[in-house]
């Protein structure tokens, strides 16, 4: 990994956008699969950030996989309103990452969702669990360690059970 330790801080604040009028559904809010597939392209931004993305894959023939997630809808989103989604890792082991987002709505400064999940580092020549290569997981626990500071967050998964 070639970022500096500072450009992986958390929270990540890779993905934003603007609740477009055809994710509306006919409750005149933002339908749950948005919800889904917004936390799905932040958790897309955070892997690529941590270059744990296509090019790892492609270069060492591993890859990480979704085994745990939860969901928490707290608010409603309506068109045209602006969110963004704030990352951070929470936990690291050999073979997993425990991921937390959270889905903001920037106009009324208020959160709309939680989203998190905990991926298994995986071989895709085995399709089987492997350990992360050590570098990649000093990085990580590097990572864990630096949000020590950020307000904690009250977490449904874990990686001690």
């Given amino acids: 990994m070639n970022a500096p330790d500072s450009a992986l801080a958390p929270p990540f604040r890779l993905y934003r956008a603007t609740v477009q009028p055809e994710w509306i559904d006919v409750n005149d809010h ?41 969901f928490r809808f707290e608010r409603e989103l309506r068109a045209g309103e602006q969110l963004e989604v704030r990352s951070r890792l929470l936990a690291v082991d050999r073979k997993r990452i425990h991921f937390f987002h959270e889905l903001w709505n920037l106009d009324r400064d208020l959160r709309a969702a939680i989203g998190e999940q905990i991926d298994v580092h995986v071989d895709l020549s085995t399709r089987r669990s492997a350990p992360l290569p050590e570098e990649v997981l000093a990085r990580l626990q590097r990572i864990v360690a630096a949000q020590a500071a950020l307000p904690p967050v009250v977490a449904r998964l874990s990686l001690t059970r």
């Fill in 30 to 70: 933002m339908n749950v699969e948005r919800y889904y597939g917004v936390l799905y392209q932040a958790q897309v931004a955070v892997t690529e950030h941590l270059e744990l993305g296509r090019t790892y894959v492609a270069s060492r023939g591993l890859s990480k996989m979704v085994v745990e997630s939860n």
